[in-house]
């Protein structure tokens, strides 16, 4: 199982890396081989990675980190190949045809989800809770989010999630998914409080279902999954 | 309260009064135990005299020391540097650093010439403008509390405007952070300084043009725009300070750790600035033994216990590698309340691995999600309710412990206040 992490020097904002030490964690502890590859802009994309991820970033290394991987091509071909894409805040706005720059002006995005984003009124910053398309099979999705955007799902992508708190893409729904393209504005370290939503990414990349991991391995995380749900309020 | 001061211009009657009337409130809030009290008496002023910053740092030479991390520290190693000078300094020695801390910290010192002020690094730029400083001191920019902080990256944008309408006042930056180095560069006058840099995860790229840049030991370039690190003329190395003359001595410093060494090395060159040389101020400075209750140790049930405050990812860096080695028990504690920032993600930015193997406790209104992080990275833990419980539970002569605001507050009120 190859991680590929899309350029930390520029996508690493606040505890982005927990995604990579999550998959990697839970791949192991059932035995399959992981290889990590931390991918910086300034080197190439590899097309053999099983599943790639994006992290958050400030409004400029976001600009630049697109212009890079548009014209780098490499995860383009990843995702037309099959491979399964995870992104969290910045990264899964960069991810449709178009976000809002620096100052707010249209840019276009990478056109991987059909989603288009902007410029909100003001920051959604808190706890979200958001429970997921139940074509997924995944419990209710509990994270923090703290993002300007708003995004407008297209007709080719499902909403990853309907907001029970917070506001996710401002519309009522959290985050979208298309094949085994997943984005969400559950910021930083989504999987930490949402190992189903990682086995998910694990299975799609591993084309077959996982053995469930043994209770003592996930006990601490689903205590702080149940203390967090218990501890925001459903609005 | 006397306001006439020698040397100085007489404030204007409702400023004298705006004073008077937030210090009464300041030692109203001390008097019921509310902290110091100088973030009130402040706000109480600045509602009657919003110009109050201004007058009242009119004919002052004030140092502004700003950054994410060793502000408290830095701010405290300068005041000692300068009393050399043998005269009164204004200085907010409690770390109450926004507007309303840094009026407060000047009401109450009405005849002090100098004044050495740790100022939050969102608001350095109207107090640049306000207070019209002789000196800036940059010392670091990283990650901090992202739920209600600005993105750095946009900070140093905010801090290069500020310093280039400031043509009058010098920086002492550090040369070696890169998003330091490039807001510090349009300002007219630069002390660099050679402070190093633990923390790196904010600065792999340019800060004027988003290249990767090329880092070899402390030196980084831009091989796109040709950015890079400017000469300097003060270096830390192996604590020991270099001066300009080249001159090389140990700092002997009594606060531990390479971030103390460089916050030593930055104030330095901040009272060269004053005229004050390198001997007398490390005299001075190596009487500083804690900071605002940080590095003090304190007995606990027949336990030494060392207290450390770290509040982000780089924070916690450069703390482990302050600690006393294994086998003395480490306790880590955090929480996430509004000081703390509510969102815990930065804990996933710290590398644990080193604990592996010493025995770690592991305590805080967050101790789950601490839990989880050390869980990824092998480390073994044992889960404690209170700062007793971990002294029990360490079973060790001694116990360090690394807590973030809140989780250190919360220690401290337990095992008493030392200063
Ligand atoms: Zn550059």
Same mark, same amino acid.
């Given at each position: 199982?190859?991680?590929?992490?899309?350029?930390?020097?520029?996508?690493?904002?606040?505890?982005?890396?927990?995604?990579?030490?999550?998959?990697?964690?839970?791949?192991?502890?059932?035995?399959?081989?992981?290889?990590?590859?931390?991918?910086?802009?300034?080197?190439?994309?590899?097309?053999?990675?099983?599943?790639?991820?994006?992290?958050?970033?400030?409004?400029?290394?976001?600009?630049?980190?697109?212009?890079?991987?548009?014209?780098?091509?490499?995860?383009?071909?990843?995702?037309?190949?099959?491979?399964?894409?995870?992104?969290?805040?910045?990264?899964?706005?960069?991810?449709?045809?178009?976000?809002?720059?620096?100052?707010?002006?249209?840019?276009?995005?990478?056109?991987?989800?059909?989603?288009?984003?902007?410029?909100?009124?003001?920051?959604?910053?808190?706890?979200?809770?958001?429970?997921?398309?139940?074509?997924?099979?995944?419990?209710?999705?509990?994270?923090?989010?703290?993002?300007?955007?708003?995004?407008?799902?297209?007709?080719?992508?499902?909403?990853?999630?309907?907001?029970?708190?917070?506001?996710?893409?401002?519309?009522?729904?959290?985050?979208?998914?298309?094949?085994?393209?997943?984005?969400?504005?559950?910021?930083?370290?989504?999987?930490?409080?949402?190992?189903?939503?990682?086995?998910?990414?694990?299975?799609?990349?591993?084309?077959?279902?996982?053995?469930?991991?043994?209770?003592?391995?996930?006990?601490?995380?689903?205590?702080?999954?149940?203390?967090?749900?218990?501890?925001?309020?459903?609005? | 309260?006397?306001?006439?001061?020698?040397?100085?211009?007489?404030?204007? @009657?409702? /400023? !004298?009064?705006?004073?008077?009337?937030?210090? =009464? #409130?300041?030692?109203?809030?001390?008097? +019921?135990?509310?902290? %110091?009290?100088?973030?009130?008496?402040?706000?109480?002023?600045?509602?009657?005299?919003?110009?109050?910053?201004?007058?009242?740092?009119?004919?002052?030479?004030?140092?502004?020391?700003?950054?994410?991390?060793?502000?408290?520290?830095?701010?405290?190693?300068?005041?000692?540097?300068?009393?050399?000078?043998?005269?009164?300094?204004?200085?907010?020695?409690?770390?109450?650093?926004?507007?309303?801390?840094?009026?407060?910290?000047?009401?109450?010192?009405?005849?002090?010439?100098?004044?050495?002020?740790?100022?939050?690094?969102?608001?350095?730029?109207?107090?640049?403008?306000?207070?019209?400083?002789?000196?800036?001191?940059?010392?670091?920019?990283?990650?901090?509390?992202?739920?209600?902080?600005?993105?750095?990256? @946009?900070? /140093? !944008?905010?801090?290069?405007?500020?310093?280039? =309408? #400031?043509?009058?006042?010098?920086?002492? +930056?550090?040369?070696? %952070?890169?998003?330091?180095?490039?807001?510090?560069?349009?300002?007219?006058?630069?002390?660099?300084?050679?402070?190093?840099?633990?923390?790196?995860?904010?600065?792999?790229?340019?800060?004027?043009?988003?290249?990767?840049?090329?880092?070899?030991?402390?030196?980084?370039?831009?091989?796109?725009?040709?950015?890079?690190?400017?000469?300097?003329?003060?270096?830390?190395?192996?604590?020991?300070?270099?001066?300009?003359?080249?001159?090389?001595?140990?700092?002997?410093?009594?606060?531990?750790?390479?971030?103390?060494?460089?916050?030593?090395?930055?104030?330095?060159?901040?009272?060269?600035?004053?005229?004050?040389?390198?001997?007398?101020?490390?005299?001075?400075?190596?009487?500083?033994?804690?900071?605002?209750?940080?590095?003090?140790?304190?007995?606990?049930?027949?336990?030494?216990?060392?207290?450390?405050?770290?509040?982000?990812? +780089?924070?916690?860096?450069?703390?482990?590698?302050?600690?006393?080695?294994?086998?003395?028990?480490?306790?880590?504690?955090?929480?996430?309340?509004?000081?703390?920032?509510?969102?815990?993600?930065?804990?996933?930015?710290?590398?644990?691995?080193?604990?592996?193997?010493?025995?770690?406790?592991?305590?805080?209104?967050?101790?789950?999600?601490?839990?989880?992080?050390?869980?990824?990275?092998?480390?073994?833990?044992?889960?404690?309710?209170?700062?007793?419980?971990?002294?029990?539970?360490?079973?060790?002569?001694?116990?360090?412990?690394?807590?973030?605001?809140?989780?250190?507050?919360?220690?401290?009120?337990?095992?008493?206040?030392?200063?």
């Amino acid at each position: 199982m190859r991680l590929v992490w899309i350029y930390p020097d520029l996508l690493s904002t606040y505890g982005d890396r927990g995604n990579l030490l999550v998959l990697e964690r839970r791949a192991r502890l059932r035995g399959l081989p992981v290889e990590v590859v931390e991918v910086n802009s300034d080197q190439r994309v590899p097309l053999d990675g099983d599943i790639y991820l994006m992290g958050g970033g400030e409004d400029l290394p976001q600009v630049l980190a697109t212009r890079r991987l548009q014209a780098d091509g490499g995860l383009h071909e990843a995702v037309r190949q099959g491979a399964v894409l995870f992104a969290v805040c910045a990264g899964y706005q960069m991810l449709g045809t178009e976000f809002g720059g620096a100052d707010g002006q249209p840019l276009p995005g990478l056109g991987l989800l059909d989603i288009s984003s902007g410029r909100g009124e003001r920051r959604g910053v808190g706890e979200i809770l958001a429970d997921v398309d139940p074509a997924l099979g995944v419990p209710r999705l509990t994270g923090f989010e703290n993002h300007q955007g708003v995004t407008r799902l297209g007709g080719d992508v499902k909403p990853l999630a309907r907001v029970v708190t917070g506001v996710g893409n401002g519309d009522g729904t959290e985050g979208a998914h298309s094949g085994r393209v997943l984005g969400t504005y559950l910021h930083g370290p989504a999987l930490v409080r949402n190992p189903g939503l990682a086995d998910l990414l694990l299975t799609w990349a591993a084309g077959q279902q996982l053995p469930p991991l043994p209770p003592q391995a996930e006990e601490l995380a689903l205590r702080l999954r149940d203390e967090r749900l218990a501890a925001v309020p459903a609005q | 309260m006397d306001t006439t001061l020698p040397g100085r211009p007489r404030l204007p @009657m409702r /400023a !004298r009064l705006a004073t008077t009337v937030g210090g =009464a #409130a300041a030692t109203v809030s001390r008097l +019921a135990g509310k902290g %110091d009290g100088s973030v009130i008496g402040g706000v109480i002023s600045l509602r009657l005299e919003p110009d109050l910053l201004s007058l009242l740092a009119a004919g002052r030479q004030v140092v502004l020391v700003t950054g994410t991390n060793g502000k408290t520290t830095t701010t405290r190693l300068i005041t000692a540097a300068l009393s050399v000078l043998g005269q009164p300094i204004a200085s907010n020695v409690y770390g109450a650093n926004m507007e309303a801390g840094l009026t407060s910290a000047l009401s109450r010192a009405p005849d002090a010439p100098l004044a050495v002020l740790e100022t939050d690094e969102k608001y350095i730029p109207p107090v640049i403008k306000a207070t019209q400083p002789k000196v800036v001191v940059l010392l670091n920019l990283s990650r901090d509390q992202m739920d209600r902080a600005a993105e750095i990256w @946009m900070l /140093a !944008r905010r801090w290069r405007e500020a310093l280039a =309408a #400031a043509p009058d006042c010098r920086v002492v +930056a550090n040369a070696d %952070d890169p998003l330091v180095a490039w807001a510090a560069s349009a300002a007219s006058t630069v002390t660099w300084v050679a402070a190093g840099q633990r923390w790196r995860e904010d600065s792999w790229c340019c800060p004027n043009c988003g290249a990767h840049l090329l880092r070899e030991g402390d030196e980084w370039t831009c091989r796109e725009c040709g950015n890079r690190r400017p000469p300097v003329s003060w270096v830390l190395s192996d604590g020991n300070v270099v001066d300009p003359a080249g001159q090389s001595q140990p700092l002997g410093l009594a606060l531990p750790g390479r971030a103390n060494a460089s916050n030593a090395v930055i104030a330095l060159a901040v009272a060269e600035a004053f005229g004050v040389g390198v001997d007398s101020a490390l005299a001075k400075m190596r009487g500083v033994t804690s900071v605002a209750g940080r590095y003090t140790q304190v007995q606990r049930r027949g336990t030494e216990i060392r207290l450390l405050l770290a509040k982000n990812p +780089a924070g916690w860096l450069e703390a482990l590698d302050v600690m006393v080695p294994a086998p003395v028990p480490v306790l880590l504690a955090v929480n996430a309340q509004t000081p703390d920032g509510r969102d815990t993600s930065w804990l996933w930015d710290v590398d644990y691995r080193r604990l592996r193997g010493r025995p770690v406790l592991v305590g805080g209104e967050r101790r789950l999600d601490l839990a989880v992080r050390l869980e990824a990275d092998d480390v073994a833990f044992r889960l404690v309710d209170s700062i007793d419980d971990a002294v029990d539970a360490a079973h060790s002569p001694r116990l360090e412990v690394l807590a973030n605001y809140t989780a250190f507050q919360q220690y401290r009120a337990v095992v008493g206040r030392t200063e």
